[in-house]
């Protein structure tokens, strides 16, 4: 290989292997079980089921699927493996704690220090995570509960920035229904990280152009991944709203700091229960934006480049 490699869970690859690239998913999460949380919220590891949904992604020319299922909240090197292996998709797996409700008691946030925190996450990438001996390729979802970063939030971005810089990989964080990002990529630059190796996710849950500029005008990739999802109204009816913004960053020059994704993380997301499954994108958004005027060259650049990119480790 020359050029740099990626990391998924059956090992290294070029960066030309990744294809089509779906980089904030989930393919099984568990929420509902954290204490004090009554929400039922879960995508349960129903491998027959799940893997049918990835080859439908596989069918419409998918390649790789980004899981960003953390630790505390489900995250199984060996399933990860597994389904891979069964789909004909490439995974990559995220390394870090999500957030504050959910970082796992054993994990002692608040206990070690920064340094002891990123060391934790560069030996998931270099490593392995325990002892199943397969890495991770990127840091993240790493996020807020809330619209700003609570002080053991701000320990783990500091953690993942300085792992960041050890390791090469890139960050991409969950950000919701606020300005939070901003704040994110301050943490992130104070420890010196590479913004542009920084992803701010969910940014279409904020549908504020003026968020996603000033995302961009740092040098970060502005990610819109909840795309297809339909829990709240503003998900089930914004989406042109989104298209809109994105055209304004595309014609501004931005195709190369845009990601697209759907978030799937609940079982009623799959098609088998009536959701939108993997496929969303490339069924119904992509050709939304073509009819809003996006080229295919724009459509390359934010479904194939931009993950290679910023999966590209070295």
């Not at 039922?40 to 299922?69: K, P, Q």
Request: glycine share 12%; with cysteine; hydrophobic share 40%.
């Amino acid at each position: 290989m020359t050029g740099g490699r990626v990391q998924t869970v059956r090992g290294s690859i070029d960066p030309a292997e990744l294809g089509w690239v779906l980089p904030h998913e989930h393919t099984a999460i568990s929420l509902w079980h954290v204490p004090n949380r009554w929400d039922y919220w879960e995508l349960r590891r129903d491998e027959e089921v799940i893997v049918e949904e990835l080859r439908r992604f596989v069918a419409v020319g998918g390649g790789t699927v980004v899981d960003l299922t953390l630790g505390g909240v489900g995250r199984d090197p060996a399933w990860l493996a597994r389904v891979s292996e069964a789909s004909g998709l490439h995974v990559v797996m995220g390394a870090g704690w999500y957030r504050d409700a959910y970082y796992p008691p054993e994990a002692l946030i608040d206990r070690r220090s920064v340094d002891d925190l990123a060391d934790e996450i560069v030996r998931d990438a270099t490593d392995g995570v325990g002892d199943s001996g397969i890495r991770a390729g990127i840091i993240g979802e790493i996020g807020t509960d809330k619209p700003w970063i609570s002080p053991r939030e701000e320990r783990v971005h500091r953690a993942a920035a300085r792992a960041a810089r050890r390791s090469g990989l890139a960050i991409t964080t969950h950000a919701v229904q606020s300005t939070v990002g901003l704040d994110q990529l301050k943490v992130f630059e104070e420890e010196g990280a590479d913004l542009s190796r920084v992803v701010i996710g969910h940014a279409d849950s904020n549908p504020s152009l003026a968020y996603h500029r000033a995302i961009v005008e740092r040098g970060a990739t502005v990610e819109f991944d909840f795309l297809g999802m339909s829990f709240t109204p503003l998900e089930r009816h914004g989406e042109g709203r989104i298209v809109e913004s994105m055209c304004e960053l595309l014609a501004a020059g931005h195709a190369g700091q845009v990601l697209l994704s759907q978030d799937v993380c609940h079982d009623s997301q799959l098609k088998r229960y009536g959701g939108n499954g993997f496929a969303y994108l490339a069924e119904t958004f992509i050709p939304r934006l073509r009819a809003a005027g996006v080229g295919d060259a724009e459509i390359r650049t934010m479904t194939l480049d931009n993950p290679r990119r910023l999966l590209t480790i070295g």
